[in-house]
């Protein structure tokens, strides 16, 4: 499967509505990041001429923050933390474990586009350790059994099974 | 500003508020060392190299990056600081990989050296080399970022001093490296392989690629750039004879400062080309045989020019013989050899190939401001308020003249572009104004000069007091405008008058720096000019430090080569030939009689040569079968002569036409001056010797002269030099310093610029020929200077991936049904050629770009040899053509 072809009238709309602010840039690339999931890398030189800016500059700012990606990511962007506190509580089994399940390694994303695999240095809730995201959603004082069963209510539904995942997430909780 | 006092290492000194610490050691001969310093970039503090003790509090702190404030006490050399520097030092180190014996930089690596200063050798830490990306796939710059020590110079200079943007830190921490967009090697990118991050980069990270030769220069010399009218100094390095590397000279007060472009950078490797001329040879006439060239002494050879160039004098008389001279030779050789040709051979046909296009602008400005702005400075360009650039694209033509404006526009100052090919100053631009020739057959440039001043007396936008105060003529000139009809100018113009209207709005109420290229001369003629000079005085922008009218030459003598008079019409010191207040001073030092008739126009003196009136050329330092349109016309003209002497440094088409060739000598091997675009008169020495027996120009005219009896002996340059500052009062400065400026006229009190009548074209109803649909623009790229002569010498710029493909618009592309490795048979009215092609999302449909210098310039094919007959300007760069794809070619089975 191909990622979403790029909506060029979106991306100009986004552009237009930044390109005057003050210190417009930021904004403008969240919202292409929220709204394409990724920042395509050829809406950089577009991006470039709007602002008046180097193309180069504006690759060091997506580059530079892990909050921007110029890669397509999948539908659900897991974050395991590999944090301290989390690794004393055996996030390191939790991510090998990942790992095993989706079939990815850190930074991959499936050939469907459904699932992003990545760490961070910690979630800040150390609490609740060991914790991943699953995009906005935190889940914590994970064990192995837990995983599966939240990993299971994103996978695809198969054929046969009509609920959407997401509000089997919000259940789920 | 206030002035402060502190103490570093126990001496009082002062300085400005402001200044860092850095700095005002440095400034007393307190060296304190740096990796990420440089004076003319903003201060950074990335290596901590540079870290001093404040004595007071016992802080350590990066001096370069700490403004020095009042009754600090500062130690820089304190064994606590000598400890953290080596430290710092042995960090680098442990990430480097140890390849220092074969690094490239070799001796100008500043690491190597800060590391054997502190006494950091044997690495005790355990080597953690970071390995990157190693590229050298282009032929001038070898990136090896595993050498990298992040302190971004490259980056810097990349955006503050050439502000190309090619390069910037990509990701973060340790990862973190100067990256082009999307990460494609360099010559994918927009990075215009000038060179000066090479030259900037304190480490081996960034190398120039030497394929012709390898190893460390064994001396350096300073020198001037011998390419474009902006004269860059010059840092060379040399081995043995060779010139093996060129950076940018380290020296107060130079044009270019820090930077260089490629042609500076990396095409100076033609010095050493095998196609060098090393001997005099004279053709053999033996009859019946295959003319040959052998080998002569320089008596010989000269003597047999003498005794040629005076029987033809005598059979056909003076106006038989011309002579052309060269902007490529110094100011000391032009003056010498219009000397020979109107002194000694009394010829009026004295002429260099660049006098219709610059020259006749030069002369122009010269008398309509009485030959006050003669000294145009870059640097006050950037003071500038407004600047609109007219004709080529300086980041090609005169790169570091495109580094200037880039600069002032980042600054602040309004820039309006005027082009209609895309245009590198575009991004910086408040206003691209692109007149679409393809629309418009009959563009008129003065129309569309003519409709930004009128648009803005409409809106009151115009220098009013400047007008009343300094100025003859306003009022008849602005009613003239006004009575123009503003949409019939903005048509002829292939503008919307939308456009005009805009650029008047950018320009009201500023003084505005007019940039002019050479290749304007396309469209602009002595009318343009005359309406982009009142357009100047309209916004009051005559006599102001950087304002006013900014003419670029082409090469590096230009606007030398015109001061010394090797022009048909006029004398040395800018004097109009016809002007008796110029000519009989001469004449009187001369002991001779000038004529005050102009010579032949280059048109003329190729159909001279075709009709026989014509008999003998000297050709000095010039390839007129690759710079002029319709080289086989020029070719058979030439070959009609019965006799051609060409002096030049490398064997070319022009030079196997010749009857004797002299080999001359370049820059880097014999003394002499060049005066650039912004009058600067700048020496330079001979660093190397000449290949052979090959003579400094000047010694060859020198000894020419001699033998003809002619009583002044030049044994040396500085005899020359004193007659030229004697003679040509603006030449005053002409000395033996590195440097010195065109003198300018001071101008009576009450002086007032005139004010020319608006001089509106008639629309002339040609339309265009439906055979040719499309519009050519031919023009240079910066890997080439002018037609090519030499540039096409250098290994590394005929290496590179630009083969002279056109562009075209990908809807021309589509329309044509191209497809990428078809070859393209160009057809114009007058001659063909054959090309690859690129599809640029930036040409406009309908026009395509054709760059001047590849396959022999052949491009010039497609052009007439003619003269403009209103402005005396050869209109010669734009050409209507078809497009046909080249089915024969590729000898597909
Ligand atoms: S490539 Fe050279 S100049 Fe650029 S950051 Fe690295 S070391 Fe500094
Ligand atoms: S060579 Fe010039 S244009 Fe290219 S990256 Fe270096 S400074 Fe920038
Ligand atoms: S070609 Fe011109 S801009 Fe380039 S280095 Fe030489 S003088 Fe400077
Ligand atoms: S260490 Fe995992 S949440 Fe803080
Ligand atoms: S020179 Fe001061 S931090 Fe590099």
Known sequence: MEPKAIDWDQLHVIIDKHRYQKWGLIPLLQEVQEVFGYIPPAS?????????????????????????????KGRYVIRVCRGTACHVKGGRSILRMMKKELELEEGETSPDYQFTLETVACLGACFLAPTMMVNKNYYGKLTPPKVISILNQYRKPKPTESSSPAKEADDGR | MESIVLTINGKKISCQEGTSVFEAAAKNGIHIPSLCYHPDLKPYGACRLCLVEDEKTGRLFASCVTPAARDMVIQTDTPRVLDHRRNIIRLMMAEHPESCIVCNKGNRCQLRRIAADLGVGENDLYPMPNYRSFEQLNPFIVRDLSKCILCGKCIRADHELVCTGAIDYNLRGFRSRPATAHETPLEHSNCTFCGTCVSICPTGALSPKNAWYAGTPERQASSICGFCGIGCALDIGISGNKIVEINPADLEETVNRATLCVRGHFAHDFLNSPDRLTAPMVKSTGEN??????????????????????????????????????????????????????????????????????????????????????????????????????????DHAAPVLGYHIKRAAKKGATLIVIDPLPNDLSLFAGQWIRPELSKNPNFSLTSLINGIAAELVARNGHATEFIENHTLDGNAYTEGLNAQDPEAIAGLAAVTREDLKTAASLLEGKKT?????????????????????????????????????????????????????????????????????????LEKAWKTKISPDPGLSMLRLIEAAENGTLKAVYIMGENPLRKLPQPRRVKNALKKLDFMVVQDILCNQ?????????????????????????????????????????????????????KMGYPEKYTTIEQVKQEIRRLVPMHADLGSHRQGWLKNNGLESGFRFNFSPVDIPGPEPAPPDPNFPYTGIIRGLRYHLGCGTRTSRSERIQSFQLRGQIEISPEDSQRLDLSEADRLRLTSPFGQIERGFRINTDMTVGQIFIPLAYNQNDAMNLVDLCESPTSGAPGWMVCRVKIEKNETSGEMP
């Open chain 1, 44 to 72: 950089i030189e577009p991006i470039a001429r709007a602002m008046k800016m180097f193309p180069t500059c504006i690759q060091g700012v997506i580059t530079f923050y892990a909050g921007f990606s110029l890669k397509p």
């Open chain 2, 289 to 394: 045989e295959e003319p040959a060239f052998n080998e002569a002494s320089w008596d010989e050879a000269v003597e047999h020019v003498i005794s040629r160039l005076s029987d033809i004098k005598r059979t056909y008389g003076p106006q038989s013989i011309a002579f052309i001279g060269s902007t490529k030779c110094s100011i000391e050789e032009n003056y010498l050899f219009q000397k020979i040709g109107r002194a000694i051979f009394q010829s009026e046909n004295i002429i260099n190939m660049a006098s219709q296009n610059s020259g006749a602008q030069l002369m122009a400005l010269d008398q309509k401001t009485g030959g006050s702005c003669r000294v145009n400075r870059l640097s006050d360009l950037e003071k500038a308020p407004a600047i609109v650039v007219l004709g080529p694209d300086p």
């Open chain 2, 654 to 706: 022009t030079v196997k036409l010749a009857d004797v060739i002299l080999p001359g000598a370049a820059f880097t091997e014999k003394a002499g001056a060049f005066t650039n675009m912004e009058g600067r008169i700048q020496n330079f020495a001979p660093i190397v010797s000449p290949p052979g027996q090959a003579l400094p120009d000047w010694e060859i005219l020198a000894l020419l002269a001699s």
């Open chain 2, 513 to 585: 720096a007019f940039v002019v290229g050479h290749t304007a001369g396309q469209s602009i003629s002595e009318a343009g000019f005359n309406a982009l000079f009142n357009l100047s005085l309209l916004t009051g922008s005559q006599g102001g430090k950087g304002t006013g009218i900014y003419l670029m030459t082409e090469a590096g003598n230009g606007m030398g080569a015109f001061d010394m008079g090797v022009s048909p019409d006029r004398l040395p010191g800018r004097h109009a030939i016809s002007d008796e207040s110029g000519r009989i001073p």
